[in-house]
């Protein structure tokens, strides 16, 4: 590739990867596989490797990049970013109000017609004004005092939704105006990931959006999801200004922004009143929070003649909502069982109306957070209500806490599951506490019985998420026990179920009583206890009894069981109600052979794990897996050090990748096969085949 080749390559790389990244980010509608533009990325990033000469700053491969700032630098706005007056009566009289100042300021009559507006939302993040220059964007700065922001151009590349380079023909100078923020579902799932890392988790999505905005590392910044809509214009040179706001926020989709869809052109103070109406309604399904509406007259003729007073625009105003945060008093905390025993804190408060409805409890996740938080019984707390979101406590009012108030113990205060009575454990290093009540307890019974019903397990066809619904909910079956006192009738009657399918139901039921050892003891669902290690159990003791008896270190004994496994079938057992389930089973006429116990399988694959990625030409997977364990070899679902082999078939992903990164033995089919025959398994050093590392 000569030098002007990869310049016209990259140009055309750049071009391309921008019409990817607005369909995808922007228009919410992809346009290539992501395979596809990955190979593009990689291909232009080639190229600047090579030719560091082409490489320009609207380049999509430099959204991230550069060392962290030691500071943000402070940045004179040229056209001062003002704020909007927000009308504090909710009413509609609040619409009325704004309408009629307009009116007169601009002197108009109650003949004239009425005024025309452009209405939009408020969005709950913060304000960003993106300066191009020649279509590029050079410069991100917050609103700061409202003369001077703070550059914060680094974090803002990162995000997606914000074209580094403008599309059609740019203006030789533009400044768009609009809010970051960050949508519910991204901040729910940056919260839970938060959680499961035993990190503290963030408040609201717009304190995180702002956060992320002004991180000094861009790469901190780059991991927060962030989103943004375009409603406004700073400074400008070179470019023949639309008449109206409404065809301004036009001429901001086709430079490629986002701009909200929920925005309309009304008139009057009717049209307003409407607009806040209807988005009132809505506001609950919207997926980011916004805090009110905002109206704005169209014309910017009109803006222009009205002009300012103080910091405020004449010519705008902010229609509130209800607030989604409000401050109540924290009475007491209760739990609640989830479907896998994780027992939930629930914060019981002084109803408080907050996100449009009275809330009386919001969760508390877990003891952690509770922790984190420091919310005490008795505490004032902040609650927040947003969307069809689960109410949740964000914090206490500390300032408010006069007396002394004790801390929570969730296991101190309800050591047996509320529901069955079990005990509740939390295990170390684990952020929630969960009853172990298993099989018995009911809030468990769904998960359990379709987990025992699994194909892997005592295998039932036809035993599905809907029939199991009904069965619990009706208290028909309770246990897995039940499920073998059913008759032709029960099943017949509920719903979506005629006699046909009932009796084959039946028939599926019975054929599970002749299992195996493994099957049944992976069907009782033991916390990690999977199928591989309901295997090693079932061949190691031979026969039930001396599992349900065995201690932690008998348990160990067998390859592969740790001591979290260990506890966890120690647990499992000791708790009478499961012992009792078992007993009832074996009862009911489910059976397998039993024989003594035997010593870890012999054969070329003995000892070794075995990860299976993509599709092999002619072996199925579970082909593939009986063929390994036969071999006595054991499959496991993630690679890592410990695995011995790593058989990839077409489209091979991630742990290809991560195979290749430990340097690991990768086969192919061939490979296995000649594996299984006995060749060489004993040498991990060894490349069985033609697969390149
Ligand atoms: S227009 C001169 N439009 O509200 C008018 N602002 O108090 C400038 N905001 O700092 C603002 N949604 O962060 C405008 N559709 C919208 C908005 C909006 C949210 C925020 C913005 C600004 C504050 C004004």
Known sequence: MTPGQAHDRAAALRGLLARYDHAYHVLDNPTVPDAEYDRLFLELRQIETDFPEVRTADSPTQRVGGAPRSELRAVRHDVPMLSIYTETDKSEQGARAFDARVRKALGLSSEDAPVEYAVELKFDGLAI??????GVLVRAATRGDGETGEDVTHNVRTIRQIPLRLSGAAPALIEVRGEIYMRRDDFEKLNQAQREAGAKSFVNPRNTAAGAVRQLDPAIAARRPLSFFAYGLGARAGWSVPTSHSTMLDAFAAFGFPVCAHRRVVNGPDGLIAFHAEIEAMRNSLPYDID???YKVNSLALQEQLGFVSREPRWAVAHKYPAQEEITRLTGIEVQVGRTGAITPVARLEPVFVGGVTVTNATLHNQGEIDRKDVRIGDWVIVRRAGDVIPEVVGPVLERRSEELARFDLLASFPTCPVCGSHVVRVEGE????????????????QALLHFAGRRALDIEGLGDKVVDQ??????????????KLGVLALANLERMGEKSASKLLAAIAASRETTLAR???????????????????RSFGSLDPIVRADREALMRVPDVGPVVADSIVQFFAEPHNVEVIEQLRAAG????????QSPPSGPLAGKVVVLTGTLPTLGRDEAKAMI?????????SVSKRTNFVVAGAEAGSKLEKAKQLG?????????????EGAGADTDEQTLSGHDQ
Do not use: M, S
Not at 665 to 676: P, T, V
């Open 471 to 484: 069965l619990v909910d009706n208290a028909i079956v309770k246990t897995p026990a039940d499920l073998y």
């Open 664 to 676: 690991l033995n990768i086969l192919d089919e061939a490979g296995l096969k000649a594996l299984l």
């Open 520 to 538: 049944f003891i992976y069907a009782l669902g033991i916390r990690n206890v999977g199928e591989t290690t309901a295997k090693d159990l079932a």
């Open 129 to 134: 004004g993106l300066r191009y220059e020649n």
């Open 431 to 446: 952020a929630v506490a969960r009853c172990t009540g298993g099989l018995f307890c009911p809030a468990q019974r769904k």
């Open 292 to 294: 009110g509406v905002v």
């Open 629 to 637: 364990e036969g071999a006595g070899g054991k499959v496991a679902g």
């Open 590 to 597: 489910v059976h397998w052979p039993e024989g003594p116990p």
